[in-house]
């Protein structure tokens, strides 16, 4: 199976600074089927981007992915206390799906 | 806006049986294929099945991760939009908190991103 690892494992930025994540996989991802997700305690876990690039819907600009093959990354501009939460690389190229083991973001 | 609504927490033996239910609205229910992905204490999270509608009333595909394979079932009642997920011969280290999602735009084979989340459902396994 994939193996998808996180860094780092915590991210601690003062608000309006840009958060960078990282994904790496331990095989290629075949047409860049990666996914993040943001997951909040006690709240449903929420799509962010999909296909590595694009938008989920309703999600705003400042989260942006990017990266291709086994390298991805997440942005986040402008950090602000609604932000933090731990966020999640998922790979569905290939069987089974998995998932990284989380990046958690904080503020300063 | 589809929304997602899960049963509540549970605490079971171990050797029992959990059945968790996930209750949809606001979507296609007769075409959405719903996964369950369940997230242990401390660790990733993980992948355990899904479940496939097709033409019919009782017509469904599942597809299962190989490592619940022969413990776990997903059944659906499209007449109340409910999908449920059954695990079975619980262990300790089935304690998790369980997610239904629905699977979402291109995918690889049967691996999907999944855009809606149930708020998720706690499952303790404890003697």
């Known amino acids: 199976e994939i193996v998808l690892t996180q860094s780092p494992d915590t991210l601690s930025l003062s608000p309006g600074e840009r958060a960078t994540l990282s994904c790496r996989a331990s095989q290629t991802v075949t047409s860049n089927y990666l996914a993040w997700y943001q997951l909040k305690p006690g709240q449903a876990p929420r799509l962010l981007v999909y296909a590595a690039s694009t938008g989920a819907s309703g999600v705003t600009a400042k989260f942006s992915g990017g990266g291709s093959g086994t390298d991805f990354t997440l942005t986040i501009n402008s950090l602000e206390p609604e932000d933090v939460a731990v966020y999640y690389c998922q790979q569905y190229a290939r069987s089974p799906r998995t998932f990284g083991q989380g990046t958690k973001v904080e503020i300063k | 806006q589809v929304q997602l609504v899960q049963s509540g927490a549970d605490v079971k033996k171990p050797g029992s049986s959990v059945k968790v239910s996930c209750t949809a609205s606001g979507g296609t229910f007769s075409t959405d294929t719903i996964s369950w992905v369940r997230q242990a204490p401390g660790q990733r999270l993980e992948w355990v099945g899904r479940i496939m509608p097709m033409p019919g009333p009782t017509k469904f595909v599942y597809n299962y991760a190989q490592k619940f394979q022969g413990r776990v079932s997903i059944t659906a009642d499209k007449s109340t939009k409910t999908v449920y997920l059954e695990l079975s011969s619980l262990r300790s280290e089935d304690t998790a908190v369980y997610y239904c999602?629905?699977?979402?735009?291109?995918?690889?084979?049967?691996?999907?991103?999944?855009?809606?989340w149930g708020q998720g459902s706690l499952v303790i396994v404890s003697s």
């Open positions: 999602a629905r699977d979402f735009g291109l995918c690889s084979n049967s691996n999907c991103a999944m855009d809606y």
